[in-house]
C-alpha cells in the first residue's frame, strides 16, 4: 500500500500535454511511485516494493553466470536485511553524489500514439536525508535548470506556470525506501526464481500490498494553476525486485497498481470542470534501472539510478501520459569542495 500517496494530472487537450510528468517515487510528480515519483506523476512516488525470498531456495550464483540450487540459500529475512543495509549504505554514500536529470513527459493517446510536443526537464540533483518520522530515509532534491533545452525562466523554476504542471517535484521520496524495516510490513514478499537483468545474474522478488483497497481523491492544484490538478490517498500496488546475488544491491524495480484505481472527484470539482464523479488510472506502471558509476582520486564504485520510465492511462478527462527520467553526468563532492567526475 502506497499510504499518503500525492499525484497530479493535467487536463486532455487538442495540443498536448502543457507540463512534464514525471515518479515511487524515482517518482515526485503528478502521479508519485511510491514516490519516485519525481514529476507530476510519482510512483512514491518515481519513487522508486519490498524484496522477500520465501521458503523457496534461491541458490547461488557461481561464475557470476550461472544459478544453482543451494541449500544454504539466505532465508526471506535474511535478504531483506541485508538488502536494507545495502540501500542504507547507499543513502550515506549518495549524500556526496550530484548528478543530471532529464526528464521528458509526453501526452498519449488510443494506441499510446504521441499526442502534441513532448516536455523536457533537465535539473541538477542530490540526495538529502529525509528526516521524516521513518529512520534512515532519503529524498531527491533537484533544481530546474533548462526548460525545452533553453535555460529556465525565473517562474520555470518553481513550476508556477499551467504549462509546468508535471514537472518534477523539487523534493521527491527516493523510490527504495519502501525496502527499509520500517516500511516492510506494508508489503507481502515472494520469490520469484531467478534470473537475469541485463546478463546480470538476480534474484528475483515479487511484493504486494499487505493492504489492498486504494482509495484516491482528486484535489485542484494549491498553486491555482488552471487545469492542473491533484490527488492524494492510498493505492495498493504490485511488483517485481531484481537484486544481485553477490552484494544484494537492487538492480531493477518494476511496480504498477494492482489493478484499474478510481479517484474519486468531490461535487465542487464535478460541477467546475464538468468531470464526472469518478476519474479511472487503467494503469500505472514503473520501471527503475540502477548502474554502477565508478570515481577516481580516491577509486570507488557506487550503484546510482540510471533511469525511470512510466506509463499512465487515465480516463474521464485527464491526459494519459508517457514519462521518461534519465540521470547522467554524475559528480561527487570530497573534503575541501573538491568534485570529481
Not at 60 to 81: F, N, Y
Not at 160 to 166: F, I, P
Not at 225 to 245: L, T, Y
Request: aromatic share 6%; net charge positive.
Amino acid at each position: 500500500m502506497r499510504a499518503g500517496l500525492n499525484g497530479f494530472g493535467v487536463r486532455r487537450s487538442a495540443f498536448g500535454v502543457l507540463g512534464s510528468v514525471v515518479l515511487r517515487s524515482l517518482v515526485p510528480g503528478s502521479v508519485v511511485l511510491r514516490s519516485l515519483v519525481l514529476g507530476s506523476v510519482v510512483l512514491r512516488s518515481l519513487v522508486l516494493g519490498s524484496v522477500v525470498l520465501s521458503s523457496v531456495v534461491l541458490g547461488s550464483v557461481v561464475l557470476g553466470l550461472t544459478v544453482h540450487a543451494a541449500d544454504d540459500a539466505p532465508k526471506v529475512d535474511e535478504v531483506l536485511e541485508r538488502v536494507a543495509t545495502r540501500i542504507a549504505e547507499f543513502y550515506r554514500r549518495a549524500e556526496n553524489v550530484i548528478c543530471t536529470e532529464k526528464s521528458s513527459v509526453q501526452q498519449i493517446g488510443a494506441g499510446y500514439s504521441p499526442e502534441g510536443f513532448a516536455r523536457t526537464v533537465e535539473s541538477e540533483l542530490h540526495v538529502e536525508p529525509d528526516g521524516g518520522d521513518a529512520p534512515g530515509e532519503a529524498k531527491f532534491v533537484r533544481e530546474i535548470r533548462k526548460v525545452n533545452g533553453r535555460v529556465a525562466r525565473e517562474n520555470e523554476r518553481g513550476s508556477k506556470e499551467r504549462a509546468g504542471c508535471t514537472d518534477p517535484n523539487p523534493l521527491s521520496p527516493e523510490p527504495l525506501a519502501f525496502l527499509l524495516p520500517a516500511h516492510r510490513s506494508e508489503y507481502r514478499f515472494t520469490a520469484a526464481g531467478v534470473g537475469k537483468e541485463r546478463n546480470r545474474a538476480a534474484l528475483l522478488i515479487d511484493y504486494v500490498s499487505a493492504n489492498r483497497n486504494s482509495r484516491l481523491e482528486l484535489r485542484e492544484d494549491p498553486r491555482g494553476r488552471e487545469g492542473c490538478f491533484q490527488w492524494s490517498g492510498d493505492v495498493a500496488v504490485k511488483g517485481r525486485v531484481w537484486i544481485d546475488p553477490a552484494t544484494y544491491d537492487v538492480l531493477r524495480v518494476d511496480e504498477r497498481f494492482g489493478g484499474p484505481v478510481d479517484i474519486k472527484v468531490p461535487s465542487a470539482i464535478q460541477r467546475r470542470h464538468n468531470f464526472r464523479d469518478f476519474i479511472v488510472v487503467e494503469r500505472n506502471d514503473v520501471t527503475i534501472r540502477y548502474r554502477t558509476v565508478s570515481f577516481r582520486d580516491p577509486d570507488e564504485a557506487l550503484l546510482l539510478p540510471e533511469s525511470i520510465d512510466m506509463l499512465m492511462v487515465i480516463h474521464g478527462g485527464l491526459a494519459s501520459t508517457r514519462r521518461n527520467q534519465v540521470f547522467s553526468d554524475y559528480r561527487r563532492f570530497l573534503t575541501g569542495g573538491r568534485v570529481v567526475k
